[in-house]
């Protein structure tokens, strides 16, 4: 492996430890690199689009609430782990930006009652700062699942994920769950891929995908694809996307996952913010936002500029009512 790569496999370290709980499709809750969390100061991005003013945030204290009545700009605090790229992460001048991120951002154009400041902060700060109050919105491409809902309020979704079997290039194609019948692959252990390979195998005892666990990173998975370790792997597009773009991988090979076959690693393919869940005035302002982005095409745009793909945006239905 050449230095460049080793030194781009510790850029990446982060953010394969956080595929698990910030990506739509992944199920499970490690904890966030502390690298990203530590390394980064608050940004603070001021909103100065002009518009009408709205309702302070649910979390705003008396002193806040009775400025943003004089006319003075609400603070709202975001908060994100810093990880994975490209939805969030840390760029050269240490300030947070990704997809998410931007997305977050040109919402507040949008929404000059606020002052619009964001921070990065280890993923189980990033919980239970939004619950106590500390931060207003939590951004981290996250899913929707039941019993986070009891916790927090969600946004309108501002992203559709997609995944893609890998493989070499030089090899026979992989579109289905049954073409990769037999063949071997690598995943972690409690990872939502691993998860969604155990359930099919349980399903299918005539057609099992051979499972080896592994604690390596995301490159050291494409890698062994190409050195031909194994056969093939899953991925959300948007990081496979960035993983070729970051260490031009060009013996791999994508083949997109049919919704179908995308739900078996999750029920849940679109991303939201987190909100608490006193907060619905200001949940609501941002909801009203991203539905203009996604119908004058800004979400697309941010698509193909951070994830290297055209259909990220969610369908026109979507914005029909919240999730809670």
Sequence with gaps: MSQNILKKTIAFAAAAALTGISLTGCGSSPAASSSAASSASAASVTSDAAGTEGGASGNASAADTASAAAGAKTVVKAVTSGSPRPYVYVDDNNNPTGYDIEVLKKVFEQLPQYDLQIEVAQIDAVFSGVTSGQYQIAVNNFSYNDERAKSYLYSYPYDKISYEFVYRADADPITTWEDAAGKTTEAQTGFSIANAIEQWNAANPDKKINLNYTDADTLVTLQHIEDGTDEFT?????????????????????????????????????????????NSQLRDDVDGVIKKLQADGTLTELGKQYQDRDDCAPEDDQYTSTLN
């Design 234 to 278: 899953i991925m959300d597009t948007a990081m496979y996307n960035n993983y070729v773009k970051e260490y031009g991988l060009e013996d791999l090979k994508a083949s997109p996952l049919s919704e179908e076959d995308a739900k078996q690693i999750s029920s849940s393919t679109y991303a939201y913010f987190l909100f608490g869940l006193d």
